[in-house]
């Protein structure tokens, strides 16, 4: 009797024990205070709000302590994405080329990616310069000459085309030339693929280490409230509300071209093309969006870009492929929408008159060479190269270069829903869009999607999909 009572005497604490755990869970009745977890968008929003009122303050009060430091959180979480981005670069691309051996028709695939890379940014582009025409961005900025300067990076055909090749390997990493990066990611890759089982042990290095980047990407991702709100307050500390409205024609036809190609030409094709719910596809993409908006930088975006795409039924094996070469090649916002509005305000602002075949010019350079953007924060490359192409003022670079962290956020927003809607539309047009699992992709939480892997596992861990091709 004594033994039973002690015995269930002695069970009771591990029984409350393990209720209290079941209650931590949420699992039970909870009768203790928790503290709330709060949804990573409103996390950013609150960044947001946060910046452009410390911004204020540090402008109107000239508060210089808090300028500074505004100044400085945005500079070290700007720096620590590009940390990661050489080397994220260049493992994510070798091993999205040697996924593709797990898939059938993997030429078939690669080609309409770029294809439909292609179809998206003439759309991009063409609205952008309808939208440039008809507004006139040049007209009545009330800015004056001298407030153009050429920029100290500018872009050319020739450097385009002969700095895709590096002198050397290390300086490419050092210097963070992504082109160069993405030319010798795809040597490798493709030799990968050729030595076969030879190659294995490195390519299972290679996944290590992809993982082991994504991994410490993750951290910095959840440091995108804090980071927000140093970037929005420095560039409302810098510029202020006065040099938004002399560039208020221009920001407005950046952020509505973005709009019209975010809100309107991607749902289009998500529904006649993919015919899927666009509705559904933004609920999925969302995090992603939101992220590249704040960072302004489509390759930080990449392991969540990934993440989304895969969550809405693209295979892993192709979403490993498209997603990192859509992420340092795929910008409509960038290098399409962007240096069409910006060629003809630089046009109007310098009286240069321009016709159908600068426009022509526009849209080839906007199509074959958005590769020069390479994913990294800013579009200067790109635009000096579509002015040098059109043969327009160098100096105009320099009258946007001031308005461009606040029109970088939209144009990265546009790129990184681009780089998964054109896996979307071609998985679905091949017949390998995971439409259950499309229907079931919703929003989540930075933490829910650091802790279900990464994409370095989808060579060896994933199941191949056999009805691929």
Request: proline share 5%; glycine share 10%.
């Amino acid at each position: 009797m004594s033994s039973s009572s002690s015995s269930s005497s002695s069970s009771s604490p591990s029984t409350s024990s393990a209720s209290a755990v079941a209650t931590s869970d949420g699992t039970g009745p909870s009768k203790g205070f928790r503290i709330p977890k709060i949804p990573f968008w409103v996390q950013i929003l609150a960044g947001l709000v946060l910046g452009v009122v410390l911004g204020w303050a540090a402008r109107n009060w000239d508060v210089a302590w808090l300028g500074t430091t505004l100044t400085k959180i945005g500079e070290i979480f700007v720096q620590l994405l590009k940390l990661a981005v050489a080397p994220l670069v260049f493992f994510a691309i070798t091993i999205s080329i040697t996924n593709l051996r797990n898939v059938h028709n993997a030429a078939r695939l690669a080609t309409r990616t770029l294809l439909w890379f292609m179809v998206t940014s003439l759309i991009a582009v063409a609205i952008g310069l309808v939208i440039g025409l008809v507004t006139h961005p040049g007209s009545g900025t009330g800015l004056s000459a001298k407030d153009a300067a050429k920029p100290e990076t500018q872009g050319s055909w020739l450097d385009f085309l002969t700095g895709i090749i590096p002198t050397d390997i290390i300086t490419p990493f050092t210097e963070l030339k992504v082109l160069q990066i993405v030319f010798m990611a795809v040597v490798v890759g493709i030799a990968a693929l050729k030595l076969g089982e030879k190659a294995e042990p490195i390519l299972k290095l290679g996944d290590s280490v992809l993982t082991l980047l994504q991994k410490a990407l993750w951290w910095i991702i959840r440091l995108a409230p804090i980071g927000t709100i140093g970037l929005i307050g420095t560039a409302i500390k810098d510029y202020g509300w006065d040099l938004i409205g002399s560039y208020a024609t221009f920001t407005a036809d950046i952020y509505i071209g973005c709009a019209l190609v975010l809100f309107g030409i991607y749902p289009l094709l998500l529904g006649t093309v993919a015919k899927v719910n666009p509705l559904q596809f933004f609920k999925g993409a969302w995090p992603a969006i939101q992220l590249a908006f704040v960072s302004r930088s489509s390759v930080g975006t990449m392991p969540l870009t990934q993440k989304v795409t895969e969550r809405l039924g693209v295979p892993k094996e192709y979403a490993s492929f498209a997603v990192p070469f859509g992420s340092t090649t795929k910008m409509d916002g960038c290098a399409s929408i962007y240096p069409a509005i910006a060629a003809i305000f630089v046009g109007e602002f310098f009286h240069v008159d321009m016709g159908i075949k600068e426009y022509l010019l526009i849209v080839f350079v906007s199509v074959i060479g958005s590769a020069a953007t390479a994913g990294l924060t800013g579009a200067t490359v790109m635009l000096t190269l579509t002015l040098s192409t059109l043969g327009l003022p160098l100096e105009g670079v320099g009258l946007l270069l001031a308005i461009d962290p606040i029109l970088d956020m939209m144009r990265t927003a546009t790129n990184v829903a681009g780089q998964v809607v054109v896996p979307v539309v071609v998985s679905a047009k091949e017949k390998i869009l995971d439409r259950e699992a499309f229907s079931r992709a919703r929003s989540f939480s930075i933490e829910e999607a650091d802790s279900t892997g990464s994409a370095g596992e989808s060579r060896t861990n994933a199941p191949q999909p056999a009805a691929v091709g």
